[in-house]
């Protein structure tokens, strides 16, 4: 498949949600809300549950399938509130030493008048830095559309795993061609230049892992978190937090235009 057709297969209403990853993966979810300030953002789903009888915390963009449920859960754009949601459950975590979960699906935090005024920029801002020195595990996962800060907002992790044909992205296509051409059509071109793909991504070193898609994806996801969970649960806090910090300045100093040339 061309990187657009990546793109589209990664938008499509067919594949799975969060909620089918919990149900498959995880015993006993327990759904909490509220970001104790405001309202319940519903497109950010969180709570805790167990994995082979191990407590974790699990959050994920939700999008829905159908037209009521798309609506309901805002299309999987998050407002502030989802984030100070997912970051007041993310700290109960680290306070009971329970490893993350997080499960990325979203065209991008919600851009309304209202979310702005809501402090938008600020929430993903608090969520990315308070993640980057949380002392428990966290695994995030990408598992269909990853788009701007608002899957980053989610996704600073110790690892990182993208389903084979999710995508990665700054920006939408669409986005990067209108402003690089002033045309939106050219998406495909623009999907090329990006870079988005899980396998491009995996051999530029920004992931840690691509997960075959089909049906015994759901068995190697298993696998996968069980062997890592179990890895990461015997490095000490201090440590992880350092790892984590070492992971995202090797990746900064690797891609940033400001690099002196050697």
Known sequence: MTAYEKVLLARSKERPGIR????????DFIELKGDRMSREDSSILAGVAYFHSVPVTIIGHRKGRTTEENIKYNFGMPSPEGYRKA???????EKFKRPI???IDTPGAYPGIEAESHGQSIAIATSIAKMSALKTPIISIVTGEGSSGGALAIGVADKIWMLENSIYTILSPEGFASILWKDAKLAPKASEMMKITAGDLKEMGLIDEVIPEGKKSIRILEEMLLQELNSLLKIKPQALVQKRYEKYRHIEGAYSPYKEKA
């Open 20 to 27: 089918e990853y919990i149900d498959l993966l995880f015993d």
């Open 101 to 103: 979960i997080t499960f």
């Open 87 to 93: 970051l007041r459950l993310m700290e109960q975590a």
